[in-house]
């Protein structure tokens, strides 16, 4: 005979109600990653096409060119060099530089020429700087949204300083108007490759967005579930006193 057949069902009422709750919750996580698995398929199959679409000369943007790719040919306005801080590459603090390039129409756009490490950038600005004439650019197109707090202070020899790139506030800085969207200069890298250690300003964009485990994450919020519920199980069952009356 199981042992069932020699217990009760007397689920503990406080334990009860605190496992339906703590169910309910790693259950819903459950949902939700799994959810986010499908978003990011999605997103991945549109972030794979648009790259696969033919490039884009930036004199003539399509209507919606994110994640396109992208080239630009005009001359780069160094002296309004934007600087993003607090970006990391090997463990070094370093800033991402955003540079102004006024194209043949007078229009402008903003390119994103890598990364520099922090002590470093006046010096890498300003030999870039003496390459003369027009410059020309190949990458992807990124959309950004101005944050509200994305302008720091100016550093003491009044470069401009940020949190994030601004596109819409840095053309207000550099006096011109960006369209919100930045070339990100460079070639594409594969999930498998490291951005290449080379000579900064460090280049470069991935060939996929980068991918979760949410497959994983959603099989350890059902698991924690399951082993609540088998906790509450073995909880409501009570073991029949054998010399007791059985009713």
Request: proline share 9%.
């Amino acid at each position: 005979m199981s042992w069932i057949s020699g217990a009760r069902f007397r689920p503990p009422l406080g334990f009860t109600v605190f496992a339906v709750i703590g169910i309910g919750i790693l259950w819903s996580l459950c949902a939700w990653q799994l959810g986010r698995r499908e978003d990011a398929r999605v997103e991945r199959e549109v972030y794979e096409a648009r790259l696969a679409s033919p490039a884009f000369d930036a004199l003539n943007p399509p209507e919606n060119p994110e994640f396109r790719r992208v080239h630009a040919s005009g001359a780069p306005d160094w002296a309004h060099v934007q600087r993003v801080i607090g970006r990391y590459m090997w463990s070094q603090p370093g800033m991402q530089l955003l540079l102004p390039l006024r194209l043949q129409t007078g229009q402008s756009v903003l390119v994103d020429i890598g990364w520099v490490p922090e002590d470093e950038a006046d010096a890498i600005i300003q030999r870039e700087a003496q390459t003369s004439g027009a410059r020309t650019f190949a990458g992807i197109a990124r959309p950004y949204a101005d944050a509200p707090d994305a302008r720091l202070t100016d550093d003491a020899a009044g470069h401009a300083r940020w949190r994030s790139v601004a596109p819409g506030a840095m053309g207000e800085a550099s006096g011109v108007t960006f369209p919100p969207w930045v070339l990100i200069d460079g070639q594409g890298l594969t999930d498998e490759q490291d951005i290449p250690d080379r000579v900064p300003p460090v280049s470069g964009w991935r060939l996929a967005p980068v991918q979760r485990p949410h497959g994983e994450y959603a099989f350890t919020w059902f698991s924690l579930g399951m082993t609540l519920l088998l906790v509450w199980l073995s909880l409501s069952f009570s073991r029949r006193d054998p010399s007791g009356p059985v009713s």
